[in-house]
């Protein structure tokens, strides 16, 4: 069977079913903003589902194969990932996000320096955004003595 937009519009339905279900009962042991954590999953399955709907509804669209190399590419990115999610809270969001981000540079092509010097500017930049910019409490693992 080859992939086209209406099985991918399936996939997509079925990813937005499972955002909402375990989306759905997120709840904070105490709320301090109106809105609280499950809207964004919430919003992301909604925005998904009508994606996916809408490919169902197009259809056709045959997808050519991938080139050479990029299923392999794709499998670092998904074991990136997970490494990611594994070490984020004992590295902190600076160097998890860090390393993540040169691997993820490289992949795409970058040079060694070009990937370290985009990486290092996502973590500390994402970082002070977030932790200074918006309030957000993220962990500051092994770096945790110097800031």
């Known amino acids: ?3 086209n937009d209406r099985v991918l519009g399936v996939g997509a ?3 937005a079913a499972l ?3 375990f989306g759905y009962d997120l709840e904070p042991p105490f ?5 609280g954590p499950k809207a964004f999953p919430l919003l992301l399955a909604l925005i998904i589902a009508l994606c996916g709907l809408r490919l169902m509804i197009k259809g056709g669209g045959q997808v050519a194969a991938n080139p050479p190399g990029a ?4 499998l ?3 074991a990136y990932l997970a490494a990611y999610a594994w070490l984020f809270q004992w590295l902190g969001f600076i160097v998890a996000t860090t390393i993540m981000a040169t691997l993820v540079g490289r992949l795409f092509g970058g040079s060694w320096k070009q990937a370290l010097i985009g ?4 973590g500390v930049g994402l970082f002070l955004l977030f932790d200074l910019g918006l309030d957000v409490v993220l962990p500051y693992g092994i770096l945790g003595e110097w800031l």
């Open 71 to 74: 299923n392999g590419r794709i």
């Open 119 to 122: 990486g290092l500017t996502m």
């Open 31 to 35: 709320s301090y903003e109106p809105v």
């Open 13 to 15: 339905l079925v990813l």
């Open 19 to 21: 955002i909402t279900a």
């Open 1 to 3: 069977m080859t992939l």
């Open 76 to 78: 670092m990115m998904v």
